[in-house]
């Protein structure tokens, strides 16, 4: 999908919760089902990792971090939602909003991967939806909410919003009734509620959600949510007519709530027959029929394909040279081969070349591209100091300045240049 095509997300991903939900009841036999367990060697693609870390930094530190802290479990479980979540960024409007339903057991992982992503400063609400169920657990209080992190696209005032409103308090309807309820203070300066002719709209609506987990229809996936949930969603950050988009379709319930309220929608799922459930829910609960467009194709990208995050995005397009795209990894062993364990920043050669780490000679914010013709490696404190905005020539002039060269270093190549042939491909 295009750029900026989409006005809301409102989404419900696997939770990592460490076990496989089905499809459907009966689905076992016909093998659908969808994971929610998670290994890095078998669920991460390596080139998910190579395109985070060059042109997403802040969203692989998190990644790593997650790893570091929590086990490789929870590291792949974050990457899978990162190119995911990077992808959505890139679908919504300035105007769009994201709600990414999720659990207590995902959502403190889950918001660090979307503050890396939307921005911290694009977080909007972290909204507690509550319900009940059958009591269980002897040892722990009932676990009855779920969590649903909402962050727009851009600034407060560009998002797309509309103030819903409940019902007051009892107290309140007791001491004022329905009318509107204006604020003054009296001689002392203490505040003095009063009414004035006309209704009320309510009180604006607050970010703890009392639905009945059950919907009122036989639930399909274990992991259905009710249709009034995502109701309020829709309502709350989009237009009629809008564009309101789910990744993981599921059972549904995110397109059938965008058709009841008059909005377009367009939705993906793994699962190969999912288009029939969504044909079946919306005829049964809709009354659609014979409307819906189903491919198994991926729609084709009319734009420049840029993938970078904004502040990586190069001022200009360079296409990269041709041939079989290389992996950070060998990329890595052709610069070990090429001029051993040595820093090129401040030419200084290590024993072990795990200190040494991939960069790009030009950086990314300057249009440097992802190539071996523009990559060069360093050491951990050359690549800090080199951060996102200065090329090789910049580094090894600073390096000099603060004295950090080695001391009896000699310019092999130019400065700014890499130190090998492109004929060795």
Known sequence: MNPESVDLIATDPPFNKGRDFHATPDSLA???????????????HREWVDDITDDHPGVMTVIQGARTSYGDDTGAFLCFMAVRLLAMRRVLKPTGSIYLHCDPTASHYLKQLMDAVFGRRNFVNEIIW????????????????????????????????????MDRAPSALRRFGTEKIVSGHDADGKRVPSTVSGQSEGVRQDDVWDFNRVAPIKQIYPTEKPIPLYERMIRASSNEGDVVCDPFAGCATTLVAAEKLQRQWVGMDIWAGAHKLVEERMRDITGLFGKVTFTADPPVRTDDGDTAAPFLRVKVKIKEPEGPRWTRAQMYEHLLDQHGPRCQGCDRTFDDPRYLELDHNTPRSDGGINHISNRILLCGPCNRLKSNTRPLSGLRRENRKRGYMKPDAQDLAPLGKPLFALSAL
């Open 30 to 44: 016909s093998g659908a089902r969808f994971q929610d367990r998670w290994s890095w060697e078998r669920d991460v």
């Open 130 to 165: 509550h319900y009940r169920k059958w009591a269980a657990g002897k040892y722990t209080f009932q676990r009855n909410h779920d969590i649903i992190l909402f962050y727009g696209k851009s600034h407060t005032r560009k998002r797309t919003f509309n103030q819903l409103f």
